[in-house]
């Protein structure tokens, strides 16, 4: 249901667009209005599908997993890069930043809506408020080893 609300949303923009072009100096509304109405409904549609999509227990569950996971690594891999930092070249960090983390940040952030339906706003906010300063410390790092 979601990849057809999605194509009709692209198909409707793409209608419109042609409607728009038909004559440039009048737009006809006759064709322009049912290309319109059959849009917003699809993104309805779309938007719905993807609510519920993101409130199943199954998957909040599984982000939760993902979530728990990703930090975990995260941490081990920041101990693991701390106790060696005085032997790793500083043009390398980088490349060692990239390796150990990317994938776990990448996780966190794809799965992190989830905490807001189990944990509530306010906890998601400092939690991501946490995590975002965490990130720019790494970023930071990184950036100081590309500049050597």
Not at 84 to 104: K, N, S
Request: hydrophobic residues 45%; contains cysteine.
């Amino acid at each position: 249901m979601k990849a057809i609300a999605l194509i009709m949303v692209i198909a409707s923009f793409l209608a419109g667009a042609f409607v728009a072009v038909l004559d440039p100096r009048l737009i006809n509304w006759n064709y322009m209005i049912p290309v319109l109405l059959v849009g917003v409904i699809s993104l309805g549609i779309y938007r719905r599908a993807q609510r519920q999509e993101s409130h199943s227990g199954h998957r909040l569950e599984g982000n939760m997993e993902i979530l728990e996971t990703s930090l975990n690594n995260i941490l081990a891999n920041l101990e693991n890069l701390c106790q060696r930092g005085d032997e790793l070249p500083v043009y390398q960090a980088r490349f060692e930043i990239d390796r150990l983390f990317r994938d776990d940040l990448n996780n966190f952030a794809d799965a992190r809506e989830s905490m807001i339906h189990v944990l509530g706003i306010q906890n998601y906010a400092d939690v991501m408020s946490n995590f975002a300063a965490g990130e720019r410390y790494i970023n930071r790092v990184w950036s100081a080893s590309t500049d050597g």
